[in-house]
């Protein structure tokens, strides 16, 4: 018998992405919480604010992930009021990898750190299973991004301007999207630079349809009386 139990743990099956560009970081996620076969949330925010400056897409197990940035973003807050200044996106990085290196065997998420700041601009960090931190001028993450390699040795190129990072993102997250069963639902996106940081929201229906994707429809009746032939007229 298939295994549908909806007790067993929420686990993100995601695609998460962290693009530098010529002036900031842009980050971007679908959508889609998913527990085993079952779609738990088709609309959460795997994009979570650590400092006005700093964010982190999450992968993994929901709670695992949720529980880390709440950590890192009460540590902070308190390194922020020690020292009279925002904390730099190396200082979240390495807090968010020690939390995840510390309790690797009972953690189960893959972090992208990336945000701005006045020392050394826009930055993107990943944090793998195991609590490794690895600076990188891109970096993809989740189930979906074992679709996106390829892609991204294609696409990826230095200077790029923010319009063009955003760009990325969003055919990068909508092409995962398409290959990735465990990822959908929407493209969240957030810009990072010294001018502060710019959330948007790309509806599915909007997004780029790749080979052999089917058009987006309101409802299955939609998808019931296109196909069904014209009634016989005796």
Partial sequence: MENTDVDQPHSMGTTIIGVT?????????????????YVANRASDKITQLTDNVYVCRSGSAADSQIVS??????LHQHTIQLGQPATVKVAANLTRLLSYNNKDR??????????DKYEGGKIYGIPLGGTVLEQPFAIGGSGSSYLYGFFDQAWKEGMTQE???????????????RDGASGGVVRTVTINKDGATRKFYPGDSLQLWHEELEP?????????????????S
């Fill in 21 to 37: 560009y010529n002036g900031g970081v842009v980050l971007g996620a679908d959508s889609r919480t998913s527990t085993g076969m």
């Fill in 70 to 75: 709440d950590y890192v973003r009460y540590f």
């Fill in 107 to 116: 953690l189960q998420t893959g972090m992208i750190i990336g945000g701005w």
């Fill in 164 to 178: 063009e990072a955003e760009k990325l993102v969003v055919t990068a997250v909508s092409l995962a999207i398409a």
């Fill in 217 to 233: 429809v309101n409802s299955l009746l939609d998808v019931v009386s296109a196909s069904s032939p014209d009634p016989m007229v």
